[in-house]
């Protein structure tokens, strides 16, 4: 059997190491990473290795924030560790797992001592779903409690990233505009989720993705849209970027003298948008919903 502990003890060792990574000296080979790693760092894993992960992030000042899937009860106790961890944690379940099933990851959540913290419990998922599918072990351990895949893994994969991509750019690039995506996200009703627990938020203090900054006088309508919408402005100069969901950039444009434009939706899928608006004077940000 493997040990709980060394996993999450390789887990702590490999952030570390790489932190050390800045101020190394020697060997000369490690010498070129010398003040070129990110201060910022996440531990994160599935199952045993999210449970693990709980270890590996227990009072360790390296971590900038936690991030699972379906994480496994472990020895030494991952729930105990939990409540050692008070960076921003965000838990990702199946409604259907039948190994590390969403009481499990409902006590993990509860533990944690962080005052930004998120569960999300997607529909259909199964504990295997989160992986390319080719996993033998996880795929016949999950069978024997009979439980087997409802979809894709293909499919599972978009329905969960659209959670950590945006946690996991706003905690370890800074990026404003993917908290507040990542929050509207969480805020918003979803037909994919069947739960959700949250405590605080990771949006950015300056401005709200469903109200625009108020250096920015604009308006967009209609929304929901079908084949196109419009913005309406104070100003005439302004740089316009429209992402999907999962933070894409689908969209750039600067438009000058113009104070009412149209955008085509005609080639994109049905779903969630945002629109930035930038300028000199700030900037703006609006969900758009395209049916």
């Known amino acids: 059997s493997p040990s709980h502990g060394d ?15 800045n101020t190394i000296s020697t060997p000369s080979a490690l010498v070129t ?33 936690l991030f699972n899937f379906a994480a496994a009860t472990t020895n030494p106790s991952s729930i105990a560790s939990a409540s050692l961890i008070n960076v921003p944690a965000l838990l990702i379940s199946g409604a259907i797992d039948c190994v590390a099933d969403t009481t499990v990851q ?29 996993n033998f072990n996880c795929t016949f351990g999950q069978s024997s409690t009979g439980c087997g895949n409802v979809v894709s893994n293909a499919l599972a994969f978009p329905r969960y990233m659209n959670y ?18 990542f929050m509207d996200s969480v805020n918003t009703n979803s037909s994919l989720r ?19 900054n108020k250096t920015i006088e604009a308006r967009l309508y209609p929304n929901p849209a079908h084949s196109s919408f419009f913005i309406e402005t104070a100003i005439n100069n302004f740089n316009l ?51």
Do not use: W
């Open 164 to 181: 950590v991509q945006n946690f996991l750019d706003n905690q370890l690039k800074n990026d404003c505009a993917a908290g507040q995506r």
């Open 106 to 134: 409902n006590s993990h959540y509860a533990a944690l001592a962080s005052t930004k913290k998120f569960h999300v419990i997607l529909k259909q998922l199964t504990h295997c779903d989160f992986g390319n599918g080719t």
């Open 33 to 65: 990473f010398n003040g070129k790693v990110s201060p910022k760092a996440a531990i994160g894993g599935h199952s045993m290795g999210g449970g693990s992960s709980f270890l590996a992030s227990a009072s360790n000042t390296s971590v900038t924030c």
């Open 7 to 21: 996993f999450g003890n390789d887990l702590k060792f490999l952030v570390n190491a790489a932190q050390g990574l």
């Open 194 to 212: 069947s739960g959700l627990k949250k405590l605080g938020s990771i949006a950015c203090a300056a401005a709200s993705v469903n109200e625009f």
């Open 241 to 291: 970027k429209l992402f999907d969901a999962y933070g894409k950039l689908i969209l750039e444009k600067v438009y000058a003298d113009a104070n009412t434009v149209e955008i085509n939706l005609q080639q994109m899928n049905a779903g969630i948008y945002f629109v930035e608006l930038e300028a000199e004077g700030g900037r703006s940000y609006f969900k758009l919903v395209k049916e």
